[in-house]
């Protein structure tokens, strides 16, 4: 469909995660119009997924002394030196991965940042990238923004969880296929990888000689014995492997917006050629707050414990209230299908769920291609949030267990 306005790469962006209104203009993504219903009905916010408790206040304070120490001009453009030295042995301590900080590792605005000049950099109009699905929305938009088209690998509910179709990412596979995005653990279902999964992951983008980008800003948040793996650490992968992360889900800081990529030298000087056009720089004082404390595991390791309480509460309050819920393994999310209450159509369901119940939530099929078989097939599933404190989700799970009367 065309869209109403001028031309320009822009409209593929709009089209590749469907923010194409039925009258050609451009809709607002369904996480900015619930978060809208949520303020303007006073229901409980379990769409968008940012903590409502923030990190250490020793990490806070640390920013406000670099603030009062003068920290307030351009840091350099791959990254103060001792932020990029605290990511190398981060990646040396919990996977051992030997990076050089001078080469390998650039500073990012966010995640988002990073996955956003990876993608640019390295992919041209023609080429295939395949992405997951549902996949973050930011994968794909950075595809269509770089002229190339997206083939999704599905992730599949299976005995409770979701799984990779590792037979539809073989197939989706070809000779124009330049690059492989991946993200576990998974937003938004949830999925860890598992070692199984990430060697056929691996032995494709050596079959297709493509590059991966691996989006791992849940890196940290993994529940019960799950572990999370890197493609990167597989044998031939770390020459091919783009780590993206942030400190934002790990340190409860997601506004800082500090990230970085890891990776070998040559793909590191790609993305830092077209990460300097784009900010070339932030977070000047947030920088030397996080390189403080990224070698404290305490933390994370505290929020992820905490996380699988309520991820638990959660899971056993929309299973009471008649959903069909996917167990997630990592992540702030878990998704259910509606389906076995009578609902078919998540975004419809989405929309009444604050007058129905109190509650928002986002439908998953915001994660997929408008109209692909994944998106068939995931309609009636939505993602709730469990990343708020736990009187709030006790309350939201309290008024969603009258829902099935009040359908
Ligand atoms: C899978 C995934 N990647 C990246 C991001 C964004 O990370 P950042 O805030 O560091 O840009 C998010 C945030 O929700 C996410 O869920």
């Known amino acids: 469909m065309t869209l109403v306005g001028p031309s320009g790469p822009w409209q593929s962006v709009a089209r590749s995660v469907g923010l194409t209104a039925p009258d050609g203009t451009v809709a607002a993504t369904i996480f900015a119009e619930m978060s809208a219903l949520a303020v303007r009905t006073g229901a409980i916010n379990l769409g968008q997924g940012f903590p409502d408790v923030d990190g250490p206040d020793s990490v806070k304070e640390a920013a406000v002394a670099a603030i009062r120490a003068g920290r307030n001009q351009y840091a350099p453009g791959d990254g103060i030196p001792?932020?990029?030295?605290?990511?190398?042995?981060?990646?040396?301590?919990?996977?051992?991965?030997?990076?050089?900080?001078?080469t390998e590792v650039l500073v990012s605005t966010g995640a988002t940042e990073g996955i956003a000049a990876s993608i640019l950099?390295?992919?041209?109009?023609?080429?295939?990238?395949?992405?997951?699905?549902p996949f973050y929305d930011v994968h794909a938009a950075c595809v269509a923004l770089a002229g190339a088209t997206q083939v999704t690998a599905p992730l599949v509910p299976r005995d409770g969880a979701f799984r990779l179709d590792v037979a539809a990412l073989r197939a989706a596979a070809s000779p124009r296929t330049r690059m492989i995005i991946l993200n576990t653990p998974h937003n938004p279902t949830g999925a860890v990888l598992t070692r199984a999964e990430l060697e056929a992951i691996a032995a494709v983008a050596r079959e297709r000689d493509a590059i991966v980008v691996t989006d791992e800003v849940y890196e940290h948040l993994v529940f019960d014995d799950v572990a999370h793996l890197p493609i990167a650490t597989l044998p031939g992968m770390r020459e091919r492997t783009l780590t993206v992360s942030s400190s934002g889900k790990t340190f409860s800081f997601t506004g800082w917006k500090i990230g970085w990529v890891c990776g070998p030298a040559d793909l590191i000087t790609a993305v830092r050629t077209v990460k300097q056009f784009l900010t070339f720089t932030s977070g000047a004082p947030f920088q030397p707050a996080i390189a403080g404390v990224l070698g404290d595991d305490d933390v994370p390791r505290a929020l992820a414990a905490s996380l699988a309480g309520r991820r638990d509460l959660v899971c056993d309050g929309l299973t009471a209230a008649g959903f069909d819920v996917a167990v997630p393994a990592g992540t702030y999310f878990v998704t259910a299908d509606a389906s076995s209450l009578g609902f078919d159509d998540g975004v419809d369901l989405c929309r009444r769920l604050p007058e129905l119940a109190g509650v928002v939530a986002v439908p998953v099929s915001a994660f997929c291609t408008p109209g692909s078989p994944t998106w068939e097939s995931l309609r009636s599933w939505v993602r709730f949030t469990f990343v708020k404190e736990r009187a709030t989700l006790e309350e939201g799970m309290r008024r969603l267990s009258g829902l099935r009367a009040r359908r």
Request: hydrophobic content about 40%; charged content about 25%; proline content about 6%.
């Open 82 to 102: 001792e932020l990029r030295e605290a990511v190398a042995a981060h990646q040396q301590r919990r996977y051992g991965m030997t990076l050089d900080p001078a």
């Open 121 to 133: 950099a390295l992919v041209s109009p023609g080429d295939e990238v395949i992405t997951l699905e």
